[in-house]
């Protein structure tokens, strides 16, 4: 069956060392999102990609970078990780079809950052 | 599994009973409507959408309603059971494929 999973689904690192959070789906989707969810602000838009090569800047993009070199990956990078990083991480996907309009969701990591 | 939110609006109902969560949004100009469930330890799992031309859609024990003159999006769920026990997250798309989550409600259904 087609599906979306992330890796790792926990993680601990400290302060200053660069992390990638893997993401990657069998739908064959375009539209690829990250988010992240914490305590009072619900899921908020990290960057999100249309398509190969295509990467956009969401609402909480400063100290994450993402890159789409193919449909099925979208990986996000934290550069230099903060403990404001802390947080549970969310990929989604979704097809560009007229009327496909459903983001689908994996399972989610949760980063700590020390 | 994780917390979503331990200050979320909690709604508390008897199991077979209806549910209503509701939800207001922000932008008038928003064309498409989400309401996701996320338990504990899981992603958002859709339930049921709908267009900013409907009024009203129904799927299995669920039914969505917009009214967009107050911009309000309710979602009804018939006889709750355990299982519905869940976090439930409202979303509109404000333009090409990008969703704005709401806060959340938090649905614990008693026995």
């Known amino acids: 069956d087609a599906e979306i999973t992330q890796s790792p689904r926990h993680k601990i690192t400290e302060t200053g060392r660069q992390v990638t959070l893997a993401c990657h789906q069998t739908?064959?989707?375009?539209?690829m999102f990250w988010y992240r969810q914490d305590l009072g602000h619900g899921l908020r838009l990290i960057h999100y990609?249309?398509?190969?090569?295509?990467?956009n800047k969401g609402e909480v993009s400063d100290g994450y970078s993402v890159s789409r070199s193919n449909t099925e990956d979208l990986p996000l990078t934290l550069e230099s990780a903060a403990s404001s990083q802390t947080s549970v991480y969310f990929c989604?996907?979704?097809?560009?079809?007229?009327?496909?309009?459903?983001?689908?969701f994996g399972p989610g990591t949760r980063l700590t950052v020390l | 599994g994780e917390s979503v939110g331990l200050h979320l609006p909690t709604l508390s109902v008897q199991e077979g009973d209806n549910s209503i969560i509701n939800c207001a949004y922000s932008n008038s100009a928003s064309d498409y409507f989400i309401w996701y469930k996320q338990e504990s330890g899981k992603g958002p799992q859709f339930i049921i959408d709908i267009r900013s031309n409907m009024d009203k859609r129904q799927g299995q024990r669920v039914t969505v309603l917009l009214n967009k003159t107050v911009k309000h999006l309710s979602l009804q769920i018939a006889a709750t059971q355990p299982g519905d026990s869940a976090v439930y997250f409202c979303a509109e798309r404000e333009g090409a494929q990008k969703l704005v989550f709401g806060q959340g409600t938090r649905l614990t259904i008693n026995p």
């Open positions: 989604a996907s979704s097809d560009n079809r007229e009327g496909a309009d459903t983001q689908y």
């Open positions: 739908w064959n989707h375009n539209n």
């Open positions: 990609s249309y398509g190969v090569q295509d990467t």
